[in-house]
């Protein structure tokens, strides 16, 4: 570290906590967020991305509205056949907790990272990863079930309007995708963390994982919103 | 714990070592920036050629038979998408914002340069699939650069078969390189500025790319949504933008869907992609506006801001667009007033320009010369953009050559300008060498009253209300023959046009062996990139040690200072001679 860079250590610690120092912050030289380029490029990354499944959703929502025939009841569609009866959306309840569960053990995984306990935060990554990838695997048997059992095609369904299959499968593929990259994106990651990667560079890269990956839990409870409990 | 700023730790420099890595497979943001630029104008050329082929056929019509209406509507389309965004958005963005970035702002370069690399490559590969739709049986598609369902996907339409596929797949991969590309472009601009460049002393230009690719990053994932589901109405037969509907006398696959949400998505990426063209535009030409007039560019702060407000506004209008589609009058009422809106901070931006003309010491060489024709050919675009913008006399005007005529000023004409007001600007720091001072003046008076005589004369043609996109117009009795005859000359005058860019890359050509050696700084400019210790610029900019910016970007003219520019790297008691601070401009330095 240079001279340089420890004054504006010291700059950096008088930065007032309040509006006047968000001005401070922005109008700085050098950087306008105080972190690093991977955690800020991220950042915009996710921003775009929110923007995606926004147009995503929307045109859903468009397509569900205009269509003009019935809209399948995705309480009887997403139910499951389980001890003799018909129990409403009770797949997707269990991916959601899982899915939401994963995101838990990231934040620890997170926490660990900073602590620098390698092989904590790199088991509680692959927990994770785990976790992705028993969500992909059920939404492999979600669709699955619906293609074989109930008939359902990006073309059409047997239930009324086309546009059910077509919505669902383009915009949970897309999310299923989302996470399948996560996962290896999180398995990647955690075996250069045991391998000791990131001794020398420091363990933000968990964290920036760690964005992705909330990232695209919170954007699990939205398509779960719309699409399953609408 | 208190966070280091990432400009001030410890750098590695890896030296590129081999021809291959070094101009091929290369992650310097220069040369990423160069490949970048020649693709561009590659497919560009590819584009005026179409145009061509559609002027023939306007004015002379059934004379060439190499012109079809399949052809014809397949060059509008091609002529159209190559244009805005294989061209414009690629050359403003991937060209000009590679180059000038990390040059500008004092960094070394992109902050991920493998990941900048992979953009230029993945541009590449989408420009080839466009290209290869050239090649596939029924040619590209004739849809019109909109792409508007039903008709795009139906049979009769040019293309519907491949031409559309490849249409949109190559777009896919196209948003895949510039998110790639913008990312990297952002992150530079808010992450890796050097010491004393502060946001509020960016060049201009730095932010008009910043504030163009924010757009982009935002408007592109609607693209890509629509592109998808329209992909998928194509492969899969889903209905998101298609309704029931009978074609070729059968009733095709579809019900439900909705061509409106097409148009929405669409426009939603389309309007702020003028903007994502013209914002950068805005920002070079101040920054060449300031530098040739020897005068600090009026109005910094408020320029900087209509930027912000440009940019903002822009993702508010796109329904102008779809005033006659069959939306909501309300909406229609909306969207008028934010498009009008938009006319305020473009107002302030064309005043500040001319103002800063004023009382300078105008140096009229070719960028210059550029730079005014942009403020002429962008205020008239700017102006019938008024008309359009309302509502009701957009109704009688939309669809006719008024249209045609108002957006090739406004995002044609006038970015295009810019791009060569920069190149002549630029050129001497890329290769070393000055552009031929004679052939650009000759480029640029042709290329000036040339457009001219092509567009002005096309609102005229609106106004008769012919329509555009038409393949011929026959015998039809609201169409005098005075039309036919402006016709022609248009005509004539795009040929000419055309034919005077080969000596601008005569131009580009010579002068890179035989041009006049320019120095490092041959404008006599403050901005960084001319204080490179080097000219053309070396790998990593700066040398050993990156620059310390003491000012703002335009400090020309300064009373009591022995130059009449001050480079931003250079310290204030520097400027004069003796210790006074006479000349500290730039909102002061801590």
């Avoid at chain 2, 159209?80 to 500008?104: D, S």
């Avoid at chain 2, 796109?318 to 006659?324: I, Q």
Wanted: proline share 5%; hydrophobic share 50%; with cysteine.
């Amino acid at each position: 570290m240079s001279q340089e860079g420890i004054s504006n250590t010291a700059e950096a610690a008088a930065i007032p906590n309040d509006w006047s120092g968000v001005v401070t912050d922005w109008s700085a030289d050098k950087q306008t967020f105080q972190m690093s380029w991977g955690k800020a490029m991220m950042w915009f990354f996710l921003l775009s991305d929110t923007f995606i499944f926004a147009c995503f959703l929307v045109g859903y929502m468009t397509v569900r509205v205009s269509t003009t025939e019935p809209w399948p009841v995705s309480s009887e569609v997403f139910a499951l056949h389980l001890f003799g009866q018909d129990i409403p959306l009770i797949l997707i309840a269990i991916m959601t907790f899982i899915l939401i569960t994963s995101s838990g053990t990231m934040a620890m995984a997170v926490n660990f990272g900073y602590r620098r306990d390698r092989k904590k935060t790199a088991i509680l990554m692959l927990i994770t990863a785990l976790f992705g990838a028993t969500f992909v695997g059920m939404q492999a048997f979600e669709w699955t079930k619906l293609i074989v059992d109930e008939g359902v095609r990006p073309w059409s369904n047997p239930m009324g309007a086309p546009q059910f299959g077509s919505s669902f499968f383009m915009i949970t593929g897309f999310h299923g995708a989302h996470v399948t990259a996560g996962v290896i994106y999180l398995s990647v990651v955690a075996m250069k963390v045991l391998r000791g990667h990131y001794e020398s560079k420091g363990y933000e890269i968990v964290e920036i994982t760690g964005l992705y990956w909330h990232f695209v839990d919170l954007v699990w409870v939205f398509i779960f919103a719309l699409f399953y409990l609408w | 714990m208190a966070y280091v700023a990432i400009a001030d730790r410890q750098q590695e420099l890896h030296d590129p070592q081999s021809f291959l890595t070094k101009y091929v497979w290369s992650q310097d943001h220069k040369v990423i920036a160069i490949q970048y630029a020649l693709t561009a104008f590659a497919v560009g050329i590819v584009a005026v050629i179409l145009s061509n082929m559609m002027r023939l056929q306007l004015a002379w019509p059934n004379e060439f038979a190499f012109i079809d209406p399949q052809t014809y509507y397949q060059s509008i389309t091609m002529h159209g998408m190559i244009m805005v965004i294989y061209l414009l958005t690629a050359l403003f963005l991937g060209g000009f914002g590679n180059y000038l970035i990390p040059l500008m702002c004092g960094a070394r370069d992109m902050v991920f340069p493998f990941m900048n690399m992979l953009s230029y490559w993945v541009y590449l590969l989408s420009v080839v699939i466009l290209m290869s739709s050239f090649l596939v049986p029924g040619g590209p598609t004739g849809a019109g650069w909109t792409l508007y369902p039903p008709q795009a996907l139906l049979e009769g339409t040019p293309g519907s078969n491949w031409g559309i596929i490849l249409m949109l797949v190559s777009l896919v991969f196209f948003i895949v390189a510039f998110t790639m590309g913008g990312l990297n472009y952002v992150t530079t601009v808010l992450q890796a500025r050097c010491r004393g460049m502060t946001l509020m002393r960016l060049p201009l230009s730095v932010w008009g790319i910043f504030m163009a690719t924010v757009i982009g990053l935002l408007v592109f994932p609607a693209l890509l949504v629509s592109g998808i589901m329209m992909t998928f109405d194509k492969l899969f037969a889903t209905s998101f933008f298609m309704p029931a509907l009978i074609s070729m006398g059968e009733s095709a696959d579809y019900s439900g869907g909705s061509p409106i949400l097409f148009q929405h998505l669409f426009w939603f990426f389309g309007h702020p992609e003028v903007y994502i063209v013209a914002l950068p535009a805005f920002g070079v030409v101040s920054d060449i506006i300031s530098t040739h007039s020897r005068k600090n560019i009026f109005g910094y702060r408020m320029m900087v801001w209509a930027i912000v407000l440009i940019g903002g506004l822009s993702l508010i209008v796109w329904a102008h667009h779809m005033y006659v589609s069959g939306m909501n009058p309300y909406f229609g009422f909306f969207f008028a007033t934010t498009t009008l809106l938009i006319a305020v901070p473009t107002a302030i931006k064309v005043y500040n320009w001319v103002l800063t003309l004023w009382r300078g010491n105008i140096r009229l060489n070719v960028p210059m010369l550029f730079a005014i024709g942009f403020i002429f050919t962008f205020t008239h675009g700017g102006l019938t953009g008024l008309f359009l913008g309302n509502v009701a006399t957009d109704a009688t005007l939309t669809d006719t050559y008024f249209v045609v005529a108002h957006f090739h000023m406004v995002m044609g004409v006038a970015p295009l300008l810019v791009v060569m007001a920069s190149i002549y600007h630029w050129y001497p720091k890329v290769t070393g060498r000055m552009l031929n001072e004679k052939l650009g003046k000759l480029h640029f008076w042709v290329t000036f009253l040339g457009t001219y005589s092509i567009y002005l004369p096309m609102h005229y043609l609106g106004f008769l209300g012919i329509p555009r996109r038409y393949y011929a117009y026959g015998e039809t009795d609201f169409i005098p023959n005075s039309a036919v005859d402006v016709n022609i000359s248009i005509t004539i005058a795009t040929l000419i046009v055309s034919t005077i860019q080969l000596v601008f890359l005569f131009n580009l050509a010579y002068s890179y062996f035989r041009g006049k050696k320019a120095g490092p700084n041959p404008w006599e400019a403050t901005t960084l990139e001319w204080q490179t210790p080097d000219t053309p610029p070396q790998h990593g900019n700066w040398g050993p040690e990156l620059p310390t910016v003491y000012r703002w970007a335009f400090d020309y003219s300064v009373p009591g200072a022995v130059n009449d520019y001050i480079p931003q790297n250079q310290p204030s008691d520097e400027t004069t001679g003796d210790a006074h601070e006479t000349s500290d401009t730039g909102g002061g330095h801590q």
